[in-house]
């Protein structure tokens, strides 16, 4: 028997007020995630550039959203530690 855990898709994603992100998920729950704490590890200390980080977008078919090839983050982390949008 599976027990892996699904979570909603990434519908939206844009850039918000102090390196947050505003995801927005395919059951209509939108979500604030903070960026800040992820600053400290590579390759993620590349997304204190302004220009880089508002570049991010939903990956095909919502699995996440991506800045680059090797920098993204998955629709679990996002589900599991974005704060819902009040």
């Known amino acids: 028997m599976s027990t892996t855990k699904t979570y909603p898709k990434v519908t939206s994603?844009?850039?918000?007020e102090g390196k947050?992100?505003?995801?927005?998920?395919d059951n209509a729950v939108r979500k604030v995630y903070d960026c800040k704490p992820l600053f400290d590890t590579?390759?993620?200390h590349e997304l204190?550039?302004?220009?880089?980080?508002?570049?991010?977008?939903?990956?095909?078919?919502?699995?996440?959203v991506s800045w680059t090839d090797d920098i993204d983050l998955s629709e679990s982390e996002l589900w599991e530690h974005g704060v819902?949008?009040?």
């Not at 994603?13 to 918000?16: C, D, N, Q």
């Not at 947050?20 to 998920?25: H, N, R, S, Y």
């Open 20 to 25: 947050c992100l505003l995801v927005t998920f």
């Open 48 to 64: 204190k550039d302004d220009w880089l980080f508002k570049t991010v977008h939903p990956d095909p078919g919502g699995y996440g």
């Open 13 to 16: 994603v844009r850039p918000a």
């Open 42 to 44: 590579p390759p993620f």
């Open 84 to 86: 819902i949008d009040q």
